[in-house]
T-cell receptor, first 117, second 109 residues
Framework: GAVVSQHPSWVICKSGTSVKIECRSL??????MFWYRQFPKQSLMLMAT?????????EQGVEKDKFLINHASLTLSTLTVTSAHPEDSSFYIC?????????????FGPGTRLLVL | GQNIDQPTEMTATEGAIVQINCTYQ??????LFWYQQHAGEAPTFLSY??LDGLEEKGRFSSFLSRSKGYSYLLLKELQMKDSASYLC??????????WGAGTKLIIKP
């Protein structure tokens, strides 16, 4: 299957700092990428849909000024958590839609675990 | 509204067969996905159904009935490594995935 990478896999930062997470599709072009957040023992929650060359679409309740998304190329989307606070500590997972295959499938990156102290 | 229902937890024995059910209600429909998620890891893709019927892929099979808004994931010859959460997700008319809460599958020796 298609490969999606995420970097970094672990981040520990101080409250008030900003953290950037990268999501890359390694062997396919992804015009659309998705950013999810998952709290322990809970389901995936879609935060935003990232479209290459245009503004991201945020889900209700997600602050677009806090979670900055940039999808500047067909293989890279970034999520920046600005002025992070302890409540932002979570597992952030990106996925990329592979339209080149026989079926429309989202492939997930390995996730980034963020801990804000 | 849009909704996905699947059992919270299931227990099965190593070597046995288990069926995880999923019912969905979405605005439009563009397919039903099953993902496996081990604790602390991101989900991995298992199957995709967009037409009615059974899709078999090794030890895993997935079934879809669009008229009933129903799918199941069938796992055969269970192995201990199959202990994980299994996520059902339906794709709506906007190609957004609507996620179930996941079914935690516990495999006992």
């Amino acid at each position: 299957g298609a490969v999606v990478s995420q970097h970094p896999s672990w981040v520990i930062c101080k409250s008030g700092t900003s953290v950037k997470i990268e999501c890359r599709s390694l062997d396919f072009q992804a015009t659309t990428m998705f950013w999810y957040r998952q709290f322990p023992k809970q389901s995936l929650m879609l935060m935003a849909t990232s479209n290459e060359g245009s503004k991201a679409t945020y889900e209700q309740g997600v602050e677009k000024d806090k979670f900055l998304i940039n999808h500047a190329s067909l293989t890279l989307s970034t999520l920046t958590v600005t002025s992070a606070h302890p409540e932002d500590s979570s597992f952030y997972i990106c996925s990329a839609r592979d339209l080149g295959g026989q079926q429309e499938t989202q492939y997930f990156g390995p996730g980034t675990r963020l801990l804000v102290l | 509204g849009q909704n996905i229902d699947q059992p919270t937890e299931m227990t099965a024995t190593e070597g046995a067969i288990v069926q995880i059910n999923c019912t969905y209600q979405t605005s439009g429909f563009n397919g039903l996905f099953w993902y496996q998620q081990h604790a602390g890891e991101a989900p991995t893709f298992l199957s995709y159904n967009v037409l009615d019927g059974l899709e078999e892929k090794g030890r895993f099979s997935s079934f879809l009935s669009r008229s009933k808004g129903y799918s199941y994931l069938l796992l055969k010859e269970l192995q201990m490594k199959d202990s994980a959460s299994y996520l059902c997700a339906a794709m709506d008319s906007n190609y957004q995935l609507i996620w179930g809460a996941g079914t935690k599958l516990i495999i006992k020796p």
